[in-house]
C-alpha cells in the first residue's frame, strides 16, 4: 500500500497568518495519463469532509483561494494564505492513484490561537 | 442541489449483516462513481470501496480489508446505492460516508454503525 505521511500532525494559527501542511507518499502519485491523483479535504468538528484540493492543485468549486495546493511526484504541500476561524478542522490527505488501495495521511489538526 | 443521505446504520451483533443505503438527490446516481469511506470513532478516514458510473460499466473496487464481506450497489431506478456487509466485526464499528465520485466532492452525514454483542 502507499503510505501517506502527513507533518505536522497539528497546528495551532494566529488568524491572518498562514499554514502550510505537508504530505508526502511512498511512491509516485503521477498517473500515465499525466495527472498526480493528490487529494486534500477538510473535515470540520461534527462534519463529514469536505474536498478542497483535487488532482493536487485544482481547488473545488466554492472553495476560497486562499487555499492552494502544490506538488508533484511523491511531494505535496496544503498551503492556507491566511488562516480565518472557520479553518479550524482536521485536514487530511488522500491517494487515489492506487486500486484497490486508497490511502489517507493520519490528519493535521488545526486549531487557532 | 447535490444531497446525498445515508441510512441503514446501527446496533449489529457481530458475524451479522447490515445494509446502508446511499439515496441521492440533485443528480442522477448512475452517471457517477458512488465511493464509500468509514471512519472508526475518534480515528481518520478508511477507503471502503467504489461502483463505477454506467458508463464504465459500474464495476466494483473494495478495501482488502472489507472485501469478500462487503458489496456495493445501486439502484438507478431508485437513484440509491447501498453498501451491504456481511460477516460484521468489531473492527467494522464507524460511521460509514457515501460520497459522488472518484474524487469524493460531496458527501452525506454519515450513518453509525457499531457492531458489538
Known amino acids: 500500500d502507499i503510505v501517506m505521511t502527513q507533518t505536522p500532525l497539528s497546528l495551532s494559527v494566529t488568524p491572518g497568518q498562514p499554514a502550510s501542511i505537508s504530505c508526502k507518499s511512498s511512491q509516485s502519485l503521477l498517473h500515465s495519463d499525466g495527472k498526480t491523483y493528490l487529494y486534500w479535504y477538510l473535515q470540520k468538528p461534527g462534519q463529514p469532509p469536505q474536498l478542497l484540493i483535487y488532482e493536487t492543485s485544482n481547488r473545488f468549486s466554492g472553495v476560497p483561494d486562499r487555499f492552494s495546493g502544490s506538488g508533484s511526484g511523491t511531494d505535496f504541500t496544503l498551503k492556507i494564505s491566511r488562516v480565518e476561524a472557520e479553518d479550524v478542522g482536521v485536514y487530511y490527505c488522500?491517494?487515489?492513484?492506487?486500486?484497490?488501495?486508497?490511502?489517507f495521511g493520519q490528519g493535521t489538526k488545526l486549531e487557532i490561537k | 442541489e447535490v444531497q446525498l443521505v445515508e441510512s441503514g446504520g446501527g446496533l449489529v451483533q457481530p458475524g451479522r449483516s447490515l445494509r446502508l443505503s446511499c439515496t441521492a438527490s440533485g443528480f442522477t446516481l448512475g452517471d457517477y462513481a458512488t465511493t464509500w469511506f468509514r471512519q472508526a470513532p475518534g480515528k481518520g478516514l478508511e477507503w471502503v470501496g467504489f461502483i463505477r458510473s454506467r458508463a464504465y460499466g459500474g464495476t466494483t473496487e473494495y478495501a482488502a480489508s472489507v472485501k469478500g464481506r462487503f458489496t456495493i450497489s445501486r439502484d438507478e431506478s431508485k437513484n440509491i446505492a447501498y453498501l451491504q456487509m456481511n460477516s460484521l466485526k468489531s473492527e467494522d464499528t464507524a460511521v460509514y460516508y457515501c460520497s459522488r465520485g472518484l474524487s469524493s466532492a460531496y458527501w452525506g452525514q454519515g450513518t453509525l454503525v457499531t457492531v458489538s454483542s
Open positions: 488522500m491517494q487515489s492513484i492506487q486500486l484497490p488501495r486508497y490511502t
